[in-house]
């Protein structure tokens, strides 16, 4: 039914302008508000209407059916955590390379030159990386 709105709109404008007006956006900003509305009269029905029956089976933890031995707040290695950030961080930087293979016909050599910059700027950082072991578990 919205889609069905935005398309009415959409062909009462039969020329396509480039510039946006506030009016624009109103589709957008009535399912935003449906959707939202939705969440929170669900979530308000679900409490409401739903059973509340604490039990102490419902209560206590339950982890993929094991029982729980031990103390749950053991501490882990940092190095576990530094992995993980060097992992998003390199991730990150390599999605910034699919843009520029999008574009790479149009923007040239200083395109190739710019990329080859930072290219070399990652594998700088990851030899720093190898040399200070940061990657090694031992």
């Known amino acids: 039914m919205l889609s069905c709105l935005f398309l009415l709109i959409l062909h009462q404008n039969k020329v396509m302008e480039t510039q946006s007006v506030p009016v624009d956006f109103l589709p957008i900003i009535f399912q935003v508000i449906v959707a939202l509305g939705f969440v929170v009269v669900t979530l308000i029905a679900t409490h409401y209407l739903g059973p509340a029956r604490k039990t102490s089976d419902k209560l206590s933890t339950f982890e993929a059916g094991v029982k729980m031995v031990g103390n749950a707040r053991q501490p882990f290695s940092i190095k576990y955590f530094l992995v993980a950030i ?21 923007l040239g050599w200083p395109g190739i030159i710019e990329m080859f910059i930072f290219m070399g700027t990652l594998l700088l950082g990851f030899i720093y990386i190898l040399k200070k072991k940061a990657l090694d578990w031992d």
Not at 86 to 106: C, G, H, Q, S, T
């Open 86 to 106: 060097l992992f998003v961080l390199f991730d990150v930087e390599v999605i910034f390379m699919y843009p520029w293979a999008v574009n790479f016909r149009e």
